[in-house]
């Protein structure tokens, strides 16, 4: 099986890494970059190619919401997952609108994270209770 290519955006290095590792602790995962905006986020998309983008929604420079929208456009096949501390309505409705096809909350487990990186990777949605 082929492994899943994730790129991985939070502005908070600490929090990215942790997801890093959580991710690459599992074998069918591979974190191919990293990325500290949503406009980082979209050039290392392009450079990449990853399967899965797992993203914060608040970000210095370019939030979440936007690069979802731009990345719909230029690399529609890439699956995007928000992984946020938002339990706001309006957040997940701008995300999904945007084209976000999961929504997880940062309170998650490693295996709920893995499970649903996978889920999306297939094409699923998926949203946090």
Same mark, same amino acid.
């Given at each position: 099986?082929?492994?899943?290519? =994730?790129?991985?955006?939070?502005? +908070? *290095?600490?929090?990215?890494? $942790?997801?890093?590792?959580?991710?690459? +602790?599992? *074998?069918?995962? !591979? =974190?191919? &970059?990293?990325?500290?905006? $949503? @406009? !980082?986020?979209? @050039?290392?998309?392009?450079?990449? %190619?990853?399967?899965?983008?797992?993203? /914060?929604?608040?970000?210095?420079?370019?939030? $979440?919401?936007?690069?979802?929208? @731009?990345?719909?456009?230029?690399? *529609?096949?890439?699956?995007?997952?928000?992984?946020?501390?938002?339990?706001? !309505? !309006? /957040?997940?409705? %701008?995300?999904? #609108?945007? $084209? #976000?096809? &999961?929504?997880?909350?940062?309170?998650?487990? *490693? /295996? #709920?994270? +893995?499970?649903? =990186?996978? +889920?999306? #990777?297939? &094409?699923?949605?998926?949203?946090?209770?």
């Amino acid at each position: 099986m082929e492994r899943v290519r =994730v790129l991985v955006v939070d502005d +908070h *290095p600490l929090f990215r890494r $942790g997801v890093v590792a959580t991710l690459n +602790h599992y *074998p069918e995962l !591979e =974190v191919v &970059g990293e990325a500290s905006n $949503g @406009q !980082e986020a979209i @050039q290392l998309a392009k450079e990449l %190619s990853p399967k899965v983008l797992v993203i /914060d929604l608040n970000m210095p420079v370019m939030g $979440g919401v936007e690069a979802i929208r @731009q990345l719909q456009s230029l690399a *529609p096949s890439i699956n995007v997952m928000v992984l946020t501390v938002s339990e706001e !309505e !309006e /957040d997940l409705f %701008s995300a999904v #609108a945007a $084209g #976000a096809k &999961g929504y997880l909350l940062k309170n998650t487990t *490693p /295996d #709920a994270l +893995h499970n649903a =990186v996978l +889920h999306i #990777a297939e &094409g699923g949605v998926l949203v946090s209770p």
